[in-house]
């Protein structure tokens, strides 16, 4: 006699991950685990779904979300789950909620209120005193930093309760703001690159996976490779990977130095070759930048020159690996409105209507355009990228 299940999905298109093609099955849950993919007339169920014209499929992997930062505020992960993700990879290009010891390092969604912690016009300072950043987080979110360790932050995760499950990487960014507070614009000593290996060791010990950096941000942009090694190492002792947003930009205030694309690959291989680590390059892109905006030709030849790095380092015996940013844009903010490109000014305004009747004032219009020509404002910066206005969708 067929065993009884708890769940049931009736006539669903089954992809099940393995490459093969998609293929018509039931499949049985019991005991929240799938125990029989095929036809399963004469299963009873305590549920049964009509997954008629539905397609089943293991749960996707985001490997580069940010969602550990807000998963205290968010346990229910609606955000992933609706898209079918159930594994989110958090703690990415170096940034990470813990450790803590006497900073806060913005990362992205402290945008909402960092004026709050301390008002800015054109650009923030991201390293700040926890206490102060605490303050703003009890006022507006009712939220409680009560953790110090890696550990900490990871039980306290686990005590609230996520509906996805989460792959913690410890960000690079946030242990050199712990120990070189906000003078960290510089290279680090050795004395302090020992206490990040000491905050490494902890957090690997207490469930990280790897190491992540985010060298197009500050503080891990002013970390030359030596130091990267040496951090890549110890996170190596513990099987761990190194997981890197690669040196494309530069440190994007005003019109930074801009680095040569294709080298922030090649670093990255390196890292991965003298640690003898696994690497995971985020969201890559083509290593060469072309002025003006070439055709697909070559656009495709810069793509697969830019590849063939990735390919000689794999032949070389580097486990290495990467992830693309499924947009056209290549980065991960959508602006509603193209008053957003104007932020600091909308800022200073109050409003956008006000905002709008300063416009009207033809000396503020030639400041606001003399502003960004000279190349002050990296919003839109001619300077940076003389195709910006191609890029305004």
Known sequence: MPEHLDLIFKNGKVVDGTGQDMFQADVGVKNERIVKIGDLQGFSADRIIDASGMVLCPGFIDVHSHGEATVMLFP??????????????????????????????????????????EPY??????????????????????????????????????????????????GHGQIRAQVMGPDSSREATAEEIAA?????????????????????????????????????????????????????????????????KIEGIIEAVEIGKKADIKVQISHITSGYEIYPEPPASVQRAAALATLEVVDQAINDGVEVVF?????????????????????????????????????????YRAYIREFISDGKWYGINPKVNSDWDRQII
């Open 76 to 117: 229910g992960a609606e955000s992933a789950l609706g898209q079918g993700i159930t594994t989110i990879v958090g703690g990415n290009c170096g940034f990470s909620p813990a450790p803590l010891g006497d900073y806060w390092l913005m990362a992205f969604w402290e945008f909402d209120f960092w004026d709050e912690v």
């Open 196 to 260: 990040m290996k000491d905050y490494i060791h902890e957090a690997m010990k207490n469930g990280a996976f790897g190491m992540s950096t985010g060298l197009d941000y500050a503080p891990g942009a002013y970390a030359n490779t030596e130091e990267l090694i040496d951090l890549a190492k110890v996170v190596k002792e513990y099987d761990g990977i190194y997981v890197t947003h690669w040196r494309r930009t530069g440190v994007r205030r005003g019109t930074p130095k801009r680095p040569k």
């Open 121 to 170: 016009t054109f650009y923030e300072e991201q390293i700040k005193p926890l206490e102060k950043v605490k303050e703003v987080l009890k006022k507006n979110f009712g939220f409680e930093v009560d953790w110090k360790t890696f550990g900490e932050f990871l039980t306290r995760i686990e005590a609230k309760g996520t509906a996805a499950n989460i792959v913690p990487l410890l």
């Open 323 to 363: 992830d693309v940013i499924p947009n056209t844009s290549g980065g991960i903010g959508v602006a509603p409105y193209l008053v957003t490109a104007f932020s600091p000014w909308v800022r200073q305004a109050g409003s956008i209507e006000q905002f709008i009747t300063n416009l009207k004032a033809k000396d």
